[in-house]
């Protein structure tokens, strides 16, 4: 008893040397974490979810030829969901139209990836922190709905002092020798969403979060101002198992066998396959020689293939950038640190895909895995070397740098999971104080 009132004393000094905004956060009863908390709000925040997170509306003009008849129903009547509600597409048998309006198609003349023709598309709700949205009920806290919730709960209010930026997830940022019309307009969008959220708060600088691709987009959109425009808006980058650009196992195991971040009832990853393949997002993070050097990836009965090769074999699966940017110029061999005050939140200890194995020559099943550490979707080794360089950038023009290591939490479920969750809110609170 005399050793756990020690203990005890000693973790209250500790708590005494932390951030008021963060001792606070910490020392509060999880039940005093809601309305009446009396934390104050101090910098407004732009909260980004992840790859399947936003809602995509679609009108279908006379340009547009359907493959099927049912999907020209809509032809004419205006902007409807097509990316919004999974339930909905499989009851109305609309899956293989759904495939075809999401579908894009790579314009030589333009050098960028376009709708097929007759399909126009936009991302709905931009702005706002609930323009994030789960797509059926088997994760219904998904998309930072419960992360939301909470920053709800210590005072912050959508359009006021919380602020959303969904994308459209199937483009990608400009690779270099390539446009991206898309991302030069959401871009620039996001820098005036930072500009307008500053301003309405004091001109306060503002708290970027973003969670798995979220928070990949916000690498991006931060490497592509100018550095004291940085400086004068943003306050600190919080990162939620951000899908590295140097690369990780699954988007080539999505390439290869179909999206799983793309997951409806009774329909297989293969048959998602040509669609997925026709994202420009699709050919981000994929492994680099950085992280994985010649380490087999991809182990056949005939061939192995490494990071210096797997394109190889996905060619002989009928994939094919010909006249298109070439493959090379899609695998990030280096990394560009944003350059701001950074907190990195990183699952681990949870089973991740490290390489995939074929016994047969039939490539058209789904292999079998053999797998490492990570969060389940990102591998741990792609984590470290990532924010390695980070930090080494950071630490050079000393700027804050955190790597926070969790145990046990799955890429998904990292502002899920309760003890995660806390730890995500304690980071986000200390970076506010």
């Known amino acids: 008893m005399a050793k756990n009132r020690a203990f005890l004393g000693l973790l209250q000094l500790l708590l005494l040397l932390l951030p008021p905004s963060l001792r606070d956060y910490l020392w509060a009863a999880p039940s005093e974490h809601g ?115 909470e920053l709800e709960a210590l005072g912050y209010r959508d359009g006021d002092t919380l602020f959303g930026a969904p994308y459209d997830i199937r483009h990608a940022p400009p690779r270099p020798g390539q446009c991206s019309k898309e991302y030069t307009d959401y871009f620039a969008r996001v820098k005036g969403l930072v500009q307008h959220a500053s301003e309405k708060n004091g001109n306060k600088s503002v708290i970027l979060i973003g969670h798995s691709f979220g928070g990949r987009l916000l690498l991006d959109f931060l490497n592509s101002t100018p550095r004291p425009w940085r400086k004068q808006f943003i306050k600190h980058l919080v990162l939620l198992s951000p899908t590295p650009p140097i690369g990780f196992m699954q988007p080539l195991t999505n390439l290869a066998w179909g999206p799983t971040c793309i997951v409806m009832e009774n329909v297989s990853r293969l048959a998602l396959r040509p669609m997925w393949r026709s994202f420009a997002s699709s050919l981000l993070s994929l492994p680099s020689p950085t992280v994985f050097g010649h380490e087999p990836l991809i182990i056949t009965k005939h061939k192995n293939y490494s990071a210096y090769d797997y394109q190889d074999f996905l060619s002989i699966l009928g994939f094919s950038l010909k006249g298109m940017l070439p493959f090379n110029k899609w695998v990030d061999k280096r990394v560009e640190a944003p350059m701001v005050p950074m907190t990195y939140l990183s699952g681990f200890g949870i089973q991740t895909t490290q390489q995939v194995v074929l016994w047969d020559d039939n490539f058209d099943i789904e292999p079998e895995n053999v797998y490492g550490d990570g969060d389940g979707a990102v591998n741990w080794n792609s984590v470290f070397v990532f924010a390695k360089e980070l930090k080494r950038q950071h630490l050079l023009e000393n700027i804050l740098f955190k790597l926070i290591k969790i145990p046990n939490v799955a890429h998904s479920y990292i502002s899920i999971q309760e003890d995660s969750l806390k730890i995500v809110m304690a980071a986000i609170i200390e970076a506010n104080s």
């Open 35 to 149: 309305v009446g908390e009396q934390l104050k709000v101090y910098h407004p925040i732009l909260l980004q979810a992840g790859f399947s997170c936003s809602t995509l509306e679609a009108r279908l003009t006379d340009a547009y030829t359907p493959s099927l008849p049912r999907c020209g129903a809509l032809k004419g009547k205006g902007w409807f969901p097509l990316w919004n509600n999974i339930p909905d597409l499989i009851d109305h048998d609309y899956v293989p139209c759904f495939e075809e309006q999401m579908s894009l198609v790579f314009d030589p003349v333009l050098n960028d990836y376009v709708n097929q023709p007759g399909v126009e598309t936009r991302v709905a709700n931009f702005g706002s922190a609930y323009g994030f949205s789960v797509k059926d009920e088997s994760c219904p806290f998904c998309c930072n709905i419960k992360l939301r919730n």
